[in-house]
């Protein structure tokens, strides 16, 4: 699916970052070897951003593009200006490249662009997504405490409206409305407990005197957003991947980078 493609280029993208400006302020200079395979990765990052692109997820590309310029604006606090006085030649030439390649694309794919830059409330993807969270509220109204049952929303939804199609048999496009109407109360308050207590842990802990730690928590809170307007980081195999690998970047104990 688009979304679950854009999310694991929103990954490797973020991944890219982080191994692109690190490797500048490590205090030695480059081998001739290692000026090659950042040239190499450079022309690659471009590549990305196009696939990027061309899978039209406005959410995960929406989320993309918050985080970066929450990560450039951060790097102008005190406590980060010695990491951009290391990377600024670097991180002049990833934004001159993310400019060129966003306009180069918008100017090519104009039509596509448009059309998923305007959104309407009468649209599938809105109507639908409205309309599942419906389905979602009413089944967590009539099962509170336990819900009903760990992958039973879809079949509940088939016994409640029979004789539709067969696509209109989905989960609910929302996480955690899904893991309320399956697991209950109960099981949604666990699972943001255990997200809450996770954060509160990392935030004791990091360094944020280093961009990393923001960088972490840009990238979680931009996974655990999507989970509001998709269910695949719960429901299918490749997006449980990275939710839970996500997660687990806020329970390393020293964080790393």
Do not use: C
């Not at 196009?50 to 989320?63: D, K, P």
């Amino acid at each position: 699916h688009p979304n679950v493609l854009a999310a694991w280029l929103m990954l490797a993208i973020f991944a890219f970052y982080n191994y692109y400006f690190y490797s500048h302020v490590r205090g030695n200079s480059p081998s001739e070897a290692q000026k090659a395979k950042e040239g190499f990765w450079v022309l690659g990052y471009p590549v990305l951003l196009v696939g990027l692109f061309f899978t039209f997820s406005r959410i995960i590309i929406g989320l993309w593009a918050l985080g970066t310029t929450i990560g450039i604006l951060l790097l102008f606090k005190k406590s980060l200006r010695g990491f951009l006085a290391a990377t600024r030649q670097y991180l002049i030439a990833i934004i001159t490249v993310t400019l060129v390649t966003s306009v180069l694309f918008t100017a090519f794919f104009w039509p596509q662009v448009k059309s998923r830059v305007l959104v309407s409330m009468d649209e599938e993807a809105v109507t639908q997504r409205i309309f599942y969270n419906k389905i979602a509220e009413s089944i967590i109204t009539a099962n509170p405490i336990f819900g009903v049952g760990i992958g039973q929303s879809v079949p509940q939804l088939m016994n409640k409206l029979k004789h539709w199609p067969a696509n209109f048999y989905q989960p609910v496009h929302n996480i955690y409305l899904l893991i309320a109407s399956e697991t209950g109360l109960i099981g949604v308050g666990t699972f943001l407990l255990f997200l809450f207590f996770g954060f509160w842990r990392f935030i004791r802990r990091a360094d944020f005197s280093k961009l990393y730690s923001f960088s972490i928590l840009i990238f979680t809170f931009s996974i655990l957003l999507m989970g509001l307007f998709d269910h695949f980081l719960w429901t299918l195999q490749q997006g449980s991947l990275i939710l839970w690998m996500t997660v687990a970047l806020v329970s390393l104990n020293p964080p790393i980078r």
